[in-house]
Protein backbone atom coordinates (compact mmCIF):
# COMPACT_ATOMS: atom_id res chain seq x y z
CA UNK A 1 0.00 0.00 0.00
CA UNK A 2 1.14 3.62 -0.45
CA UNK A 3 2.70 5.41 2.60
CA UNK A 4 0.08 7.89 4.16
CA UNK A 5 0.26 11.55 2.66
CA UNK A 6 2.22 13.95 4.28
CA UNK A 7 0.38 16.79 6.62
CA UNK A 8 0.10 19.82 4.71
CA UNK A 9 -1.88 22.20 5.51
CA UNK A 10 -4.32 24.65 3.15
CA UNK A 11 -1.39 27.32 3.26
CA UNK A 12 1.05 24.80 1.92
CA UNK A 13 3.02 24.19 5.12
CA UNK A 14 4.64 20.88 5.79
CA UNK A 15 3.52 20.20 9.18
CA UNK A 16 6.56 17.94 10.61
CA UNK A 17 6.14 18.68 14.64
CA UNK A 18 3.44 17.99 17.18
CA UNK A 19 2.81 19.43 20.76
CA UNK A 20 1.44 16.92 23.46
CA UNK A 21 0.68 18.38 26.78
CA UNK A 22 0.26 14.60 28.84
CA UNK A 23 -1.76 16.84 31.53
CA UNK A 24 -2.78 20.43 32.28
CA UNK A 25 -1.74 20.52 36.40
CA UNK A 26 1.29 21.75 37.61
CA UNK A 27 3.83 21.95 40.59
CA UNK A 28 3.95 25.54 39.90
CA UNK A 29 1.60 28.62 39.57
CA UNK A 30 3.66 30.87 37.46
CA UNK A 31 2.11 34.86 36.87
CA UNK A 32 2.25 35.28 33.48
CA UNK A 33 1.29 31.44 32.77
CA UNK A 34 -1.82 30.49 35.25
CA UNK A 35 -4.06 31.93 37.86
CA UNK A 36 -3.42 31.21 41.36
CA UNK A 37 -6.33 29.34 41.95
CA UNK A 38 -6.75 27.25 38.94
CA UNK A 39 -9.48 24.31 38.02
CA UNK A 40 -7.87 21.63 36.66
CA UNK A 41 -9.53 18.67 34.38
CA UNK A 42 -10.85 15.88 36.05
CA UNK A 43 -8.85 12.59 35.43
CA UNK A 44 -11.83 11.38 33.59
CA UNK A 45 -11.48 13.63 30.58
CA UNK A 46 -7.88 13.11 30.30
CA UNK A 47 -6.53 10.91 27.09
CA UNK A 48 -4.72 7.67 28.45
CA UNK A 49 -1.13 7.36 28.16
CA UNK A 50 -1.84 4.77 25.88
CA UNK A 51 -4.24 6.88 23.87
CA UNK A 52 -1.58 9.59 23.35
CA UNK A 53 0.59 6.73 22.22
CA UNK A 54 -1.61 5.45 19.57
CA UNK A 55 -2.60 9.40 18.60
CA UNK A 56 1.47 10.21 18.34
CA UNK A 57 1.93 6.60 16.49
CA UNK A 58 -0.45 7.75 13.53
CA UNK A 59 1.10 11.59 13.00
CA UNK A 60 4.64 9.70 13.14
CA UNK A 61 3.05 7.41 10.20
CA UNK A 62 1.91 11.26 8.51
CA UNK A 63 5.52 11.96 8.87
CA UNK A 64 5.40 13.84 12.06
CA UNK A 65 9.70 14.00 12.76
CA UNK A 66 9.82 15.73 16.38
CA UNK A 67 7.06 15.21 19.31
CA UNK A 68 7.90 17.28 22.14
CA UNK A 69 6.17 16.56 25.26
CA UNK A 70 4.76 19.32 27.86
CA UNK A 71 2.29 20.62 30.14
CA UNK A 72 1.62 21.87 33.33
CA UNK A 73 4.77 19.89 34.21
CA UNK A 74 4.85 16.42 32.37
CA UNK A 75 6.44 15.14 35.05
CA UNK A 76 3.88 15.44 37.72
CA UNK A 77 2.00 12.81 35.34
CA UNK A 78 2.57 9.35 37.06
CA UNK A 79 4.06 6.44 34.73
CA UNK A 80 4.83 9.81 32.34
CA UNK A 81 8.21 7.39 31.48
CA UNK A 82 6.61 4.74 29.91
CA UNK A 83 5.17 7.29 27.00
CA UNK A 84 8.64 8.30 26.85
CA UNK A 85 9.81 4.66 26.61
CA UNK A 86 7.15 3.59 23.80
CA UNK A 87 7.92 7.19 21.85
CA UNK A 88 11.13 6.56 22.40
CA UNK A 89 11.11 3.66 20.26
CA UNK A 90 10.62 5.56 16.74
CA UNK A 91 13.60 8.11 17.35
CA UNK A 92 15.87 6.83 14.21
CA UNK A 93 12.56 5.20 12.58
CA UNK A 94 11.14 7.85 11.63
CA UNK A 95 10.73 10.29 13.96
CA UNK A 96 13.91 12.40 14.50
CA UNK A 97 13.71 13.85 17.93
CA UNK A 98 11.86 13.36 21.00
CA UNK A 99 12.10 16.12 23.90
CA UNK A 100 10.46 17.60 26.57
CA UNK A 101 9.81 20.77 27.71
CA UNK A 102 10.27 20.63 32.15
CA UNK A 103 10.04 23.15 35.06
CA UNK A 104 12.79 21.43 35.81
CA UNK A 105 11.52 20.75 39.70
CA UNK A 106 11.40 17.10 39.38
CA UNK A 107 14.13 16.18 36.61
CA UNK A 108 16.68 15.31 39.03
CA UNK A 109 14.34 11.83 39.83
CA UNK A 110 13.71 11.31 35.56
CA UNK A 111 16.81 12.87 34.60
CA UNK A 112 18.55 8.94 33.74
CA UNK A 113 15.26 7.40 32.76
CA UNK A 114 14.95 9.99 30.05
CA UNK A 115 18.25 9.70 28.68
CA UNK A 116 17.46 5.44 28.99
CA UNK A 117 14.35 6.07 26.87
CA UNK A 118 16.14 8.21 23.80
CA UNK A 119 15.33 11.82 24.34
CA UNK A 120 18.57 13.48 24.08
CA UNK A 121 17.53 16.90 24.77
CA UNK A 122 15.15 19.40 27.10
CA UNK A 123 14.04 22.74 27.36
CA UNK A 124 13.71 23.82 31.31
CA UNK A 125 11.85 26.65 31.99
CA UNK A 126 13.80 29.47 34.29
CA UNK A 127 12.23 33.17 34.56
CA UNK A 128 15.11 33.49 37.28
CA UNK A 129 18.31 32.47 39.36
CA UNK A 130 16.97 35.31 42.13
CA UNK A 131 15.66 32.98 44.87
CA UNK A 132 13.37 35.32 45.82
CA UNK A 133 12.82 37.02 42.79
CA UNK A 134 11.74 33.17 41.31
CA UNK A 135 9.69 32.61 44.33
CA UNK A 136 7.41 35.16 43.31
CA UNK A 137 6.68 34.67 39.98
CA UNK A 138 5.98 30.86 40.13
CA UNK A 139 3.98 31.77 43.72
CA UNK A 140 5.81 29.20 45.47
CA UNK A 141 8.84 27.65 43.59
CA UNK A 142 12.50 26.87 44.99
CA UNK A 143 14.87 27.88 42.31
CA UNK A 144 17.55 25.36 44.20
CA UNK A 145 15.13 22.53 43.38
CA UNK A 146 15.35 23.73 39.39
CA UNK A 147 18.98 23.97 39.46
CA UNK A 148 19.48 20.76 41.01
CA UNK A 149 17.32 19.10 38.04
CA UNK A 150 19.59 21.16 35.36
CA UNK A 151 22.48 19.81 37.00
CA UNK A 152 21.20 16.15 37.01
CA UNK A 153 20.27 16.52 33.14
CA UNK A 154 23.62 17.43 32.28
CA UNK A 155 25.12 14.86 34.08
CA UNK A 156 22.53 12.11 32.69
CA UNK A 157 23.73 13.42 29.26
CA UNK A 158 20.88 15.66 28.64
CA UNK A 159 21.76 18.71 26.75
CA UNK A 160 19.91 21.42 27.75
CA UNK A 161 17.83 24.67 26.73
CA UNK A 162 16.80 27.10 28.88
CA UNK A 163 13.30 29.19 28.30
CA UNK A 164 13.40 32.51 30.09
CA UNK A 165 10.37 34.64 29.35
CA UNK A 166 11.21 38.08 29.39
CA UNK A 167 9.10 40.57 32.02
CA UNK A 168 9.43 43.77 32.65
CA UNK A 169 10.01 45.30 35.70
CA UNK A 170 10.65 41.45 37.38
CA UNK A 171 13.58 39.87 35.38
CA UNK A 172 14.64 41.89 32.14
CA UNK A 173 17.79 42.79 34.34
CA UNK A 174 18.81 39.08 35.11
CA UNK A 175 18.66 38.19 31.53
CA UNK A 176 22.15 39.16 30.41
CA UNK A 177 23.70 37.75 33.46
CA UNK A 178 21.25 34.94 32.71
CA UNK A 179 22.89 33.96 29.26
CA UNK A 180 26.27 34.50 30.95
CA UNK A 181 25.60 31.47 33.14
CA UNK A 182 23.80 30.15 30.43
CA UNK A 183 27.53 30.71 28.47
CA UNK A 184 29.64 29.16 31.37
CA UNK A 185 27.13 26.22 32.15
CA UNK A 186 27.04 25.34 28.19
CA UNK A 187 23.67 25.87 28.09
CA UNK A 188 21.20 27.21 24.72
CA UNK A 189 19.12 29.96 26.14
CA UNK A 190 15.41 31.28 24.46
CA UNK A 191 13.77 33.86 24.94
CA UNK A 192 10.52 34.84 25.17
CA UNK A 193 7.59 37.33 25.31
CA UNK A 194 4.56 37.11 27.50
CA UNK A 195 1.66 36.04 25.47
CA UNK A 196 -2.40 36.76 25.96
CA UNK A 197 -3.20 33.44 26.52
CA UNK A 198 -5.85 32.59 29.41
CA UNK A 199 -7.69 35.48 32.33
CA UNK A 200 -4.47 35.45 34.85
CA UNK A 201 -4.46 37.66 38.33
CA UNK A 202 -2.57 40.19 36.79
CA UNK A 203 -2.46 42.93 33.51
CA UNK A 204 -0.04 41.76 30.69
CA UNK A 205 1.00 44.65 29.34
CA UNK A 206 2.51 45.55 32.51
CA UNK A 207 4.93 42.93 32.23
CA UNK A 208 4.93 42.77 28.49
CA UNK A 209 8.91 43.45 27.40
CA UNK A 210 9.63 43.64 23.82
CA UNK A 211 12.27 41.30 22.52
CA UNK A 212 13.53 44.10 20.31
CA UNK A 213 14.90 46.15 22.69
CA UNK A 214 16.37 43.37 24.99
CA UNK A 215 18.24 42.18 21.71
CA UNK A 216 19.47 45.43 21.12
CA UNK A 217 21.11 45.12 25.22
CA UNK A 218 22.46 42.08 24.99
CA UNK A 219 24.18 42.93 21.13
CA UNK A 220 25.62 45.62 22.98
CA UNK A 221 27.39 43.04 25.74
CA UNK A 222 27.78 39.79 23.60
CA UNK A 223 29.11 39.22 20.10
CA UNK A 224 26.31 37.82 18.59
CA UNK A 225 26.01 35.86 15.55
CA UNK A 226 23.39 35.12 13.11
CA UNK A 227 23.08 31.48 13.22
CA UNK A 228 20.76 29.56 10.19
CA UNK A 229 20.40 26.23 12.18
CA UNK A 230 16.88 25.86 13.20
CA UNK A 231 15.70 23.52 16.40
CA UNK A 232 11.86 22.84 14.64
CA UNK A 233 10.35 25.39 16.46
CA UNK A 234 9.57 29.36 16.49
CA UNK A 235 12.82 30.59 17.85
CA UNK A 236 15.53 32.13 15.50
CA UNK A 237 19.07 31.86 16.57
CA UNK A 238 22.64 33.92 17.61
CA UNK A 239 25.27 32.19 18.38
CA UNK A 240 27.26 34.00 20.92
CA UNK A 241 31.07 34.26 19.03
CA UNK A 242 33.46 31.72 20.81
CA UNK A 243 31.35 29.94 22.95
CA UNK A 244 28.62 26.75 22.41
CA UNK A 245 25.92 28.74 23.26
CA UNK A 246 22.89 29.88 21.36
CA UNK A 247 20.65 32.54 21.91
CA UNK A 248 16.83 32.10 20.41
CA UNK A 249 14.09 34.77 20.76
CA UNK A 250 10.43 33.66 20.07
CA UNK A 251 8.86 37.05 19.92
CA UNK A 252 4.89 36.52 18.39
CA UNK A 253 4.46 40.06 18.94
CA UNK A 254 7.27 41.98 18.33
CA UNK A 255 8.76 39.34 15.47
CA UNK A 256 5.56 37.15 13.85
CA UNK A 257 6.84 33.62 12.68
CA UNK A 258 3.88 32.38 11.50
CA UNK A 259 4.83 31.87 7.47
CA UNK A 260 7.20 29.03 8.51
CA UNK A 261 4.78 27.46 10.83
CA UNK A 262 5.31 23.40 10.65
CA UNK A 263 3.42 22.45 13.95
CA UNK A 264 0.47 22.06 15.91
CA UNK A 265 -0.51 20.64 19.40
CA UNK A 266 -2.31 17.99 21.12
CA UNK A 267 -4.07 19.11 24.50
CA UNK A 268 -3.79 16.29 27.36
CA UNK A 269 -8.19 15.59 27.10
CA UNK A 270 -7.27 15.00 22.86
CA UNK A 271 -7.80 18.24 21.53
CA UNK A 272 -5.94 18.88 18.27
CA UNK A 273 -5.13 22.24 17.93
CA UNK A 274 -3.81 24.16 14.48
CA UNK A 275 -2.05 27.18 15.75
CA UNK A 276 -1.82 28.50 19.57
CA UNK A 277 -3.51 31.57 19.57
CA UNK A 278 -6.63 30.24 17.43
CA UNK A 279 -10.01 28.05 19.29
CA UNK A 280 -9.75 25.86 15.50
CA UNK A 281 -9.61 22.44 16.70
CA UNK A 282 -10.67 18.54 15.94
CA UNK A 283 -11.49 16.52 19.01
CA UNK A 284 -9.20 13.48 18.36
CA UNK A 285 -10.37 11.70 21.90
CA UNK A 286 -13.99 11.33 20.44
CA UNK A 287 -12.40 10.04 17.11
CA UNK A 288 -10.42 7.75 18.44
CA UNK A 289 -12.80 6.09 21.27
CA UNK A 290 -15.51 6.83 18.71
CA UNK A 291 -14.36 5.35 15.36
CA UNK A 292 -11.73 4.02 16.36
CA UNK A 293 -7.57 4.50 15.04
CA UNK A 294 -8.59 4.56 11.70
CA UNK A 295 -10.87 7.38 11.13
CA UNK A 296 -7.43 9.64 12.56
CA UNK A 297 -6.29 9.96 9.41
CA UNK A 298 -9.68 11.98 7.94
CA UNK A 299 -9.64 13.54 11.12
CA UNK A 300 -6.03 14.93 10.34
CA UNK A 301 -6.66 16.04 7.20
CA UNK A 302 -9.65 18.15 8.40
CA UNK A 303 -7.41 19.38 10.70
CA UNK A 304 -4.99 20.45 8.02
CA UNK A 305 -7.51 22.18 6.02
CA UNK A 306 -8.39 24.25 8.77
CA UNK A 307 -5.13 25.68 9.89
CA UNK A 308 -5.05 29.51 10.32
CA UNK A 309 -2.38 31.42 8.42
CA UNK A 310 -1.30 32.80 11.19
CA UNK A 311 -2.15 34.26 15.33
CA UNK A 312 -3.54 37.41 16.05
CA UNK A 313 -1.81 37.99 19.54
CA UNK A 314 -2.54 41.70 20.71
CA UNK A 315 -1.30 42.29 24.16
CA UNK A 316 -3.06 45.55 24.97
CA UNK A 317 -6.73 43.72 23.68
CA UNK A 318 -9.11 43.93 26.63
CA UNK A 319 -9.56 39.95 26.40
CA UNK A 320 -6.73 37.25 25.62
CA UNK A 321 -6.01 35.97 22.48
CA UNK A 322 -7.75 32.66 23.73
CA UNK A 323 -9.60 31.82 27.28
CA UNK A 324 -7.76 28.65 27.09
CA UNK A 325 -4.18 28.81 29.66
CA UNK A 326 -0.61 28.10 27.83
CA UNK A 327 -1.05 25.22 30.44
CA UNK A 328 -3.93 23.56 28.77
CA UNK A 329 -2.47 23.38 25.26
CA UNK A 330 1.23 22.98 25.80
CA UNK A 331 3.87 25.09 25.59
Known amino acids: MPAPAALIDRHGRTISYLRISVTDRCDLRCRYCMAEAMTFLPKAALLSLEEIAVIAERFIARGITKIRLSGGEPLVRRDVIELVQRLGRHVGAGLDELTMTSNGTRLADHADALVAAGMRRINVSLDSRDPETFRYITRHGDVSQVLGGIAAARAAGLAVKINMVALKGLN ?5 PMLAWCVNQGHDLT ?27 L ?15 PARYWSVDGT ?3 LGLISPLTGNFCAACNRVRLTTEGILYTCLGHDDRVDLKRVLRTDGVGALDAALDAAMA ?10 AAATPAVARHMSVTGG
Open 172 to 176: ATEIA
Open 191 to 217: LIETMPMGAIDEDRTDRFLPLTAVFDD
Open 219 to 233: ARQFSLVRDPRGSGG
Open 244 to 246: KTR
Open 306 to 315: SKPERHEFDI
